[in-house]
């Protein structure tokens, strides 16, 4: 169907790599020319190794996820001619350990938050039966098998 280009660059630069003194500091960039500043996650890597203003992929995963759901949802208030004003999402996800030294993200709460025009608002059933459709339609829901739970404000 299509494929989505990242590149990432990383240099360790005069670092004493093998005693794990190294920047784990990096650089993605998109197909479209979005730059991100990315690191490992101060939460795995302290500093000076990481860097907390950084982007982790911890929470770039939780980001992704999140924004997948919007879009899909977005789309579909749209088709059923509803009109959303805002949108926002307080997402997280909590990291667990499944066996002993492999952790995966375990579980993502979605807590959207959707605000629409008075005149083309969705009703309590309605706004839930579209997050319903946006998370079965959202190809990074489908990707993992991480549970995520939506409570939508």
């Known amino acids: 169907m299509s494929e989505h280009l990242a590149s990432i660059h ?3 630069g005069t670092a004493a790599f093998g005693k794990g003194h190294y920047a784990r500091t ?5 197909d479209g020319g979005a730059t991100v500043h990315a690191s490992a ?4 890597v ?3 190794w990481s860097d907390a203003a950084a982007v982790d992929p911890e929470e770039a995963f939780v980001a992704a996820l999140a924004s997948c ?3 899909w949802f977005l789309a579909l ?8 004003d805002s949108y926002e999402d307080e997402a997280v996800g909590m ?3 499944i066996a002993p030294g492999k ?3 375990a579980e993502i709460v979605l807590r959207p938050h959707a605000t629409f025009d008075p005149a083309h608002a969705a009703t309590r059933e309605q706004l839930d039966a579209l997050h319903h459709a946006a998370h079965e339609r959202c190809f990074l829901a489908n990707s993992v098998k991480t549970k995520i739970r939506i409570q939508a404000r």
Do not use: N, Q, T
């Open 95 to 97: 990291m667990r350990e």
């Open 26 to 30: 990096h650089v993605w960039h998109f």
């Open 77 to 84: 208030a749209s088709a059923k001619g509803f009109v959303v």
């Open 103 to 105: 952790s995966m993200i």
């Open 10 to 12: 990383w240099r360790r």
């Open 41 to 44: 996650s101060p939460d795995i």
């Open 69 to 71: 759901h919007m879009l």
């Open 46 to 48: 302290p500093a000076p």
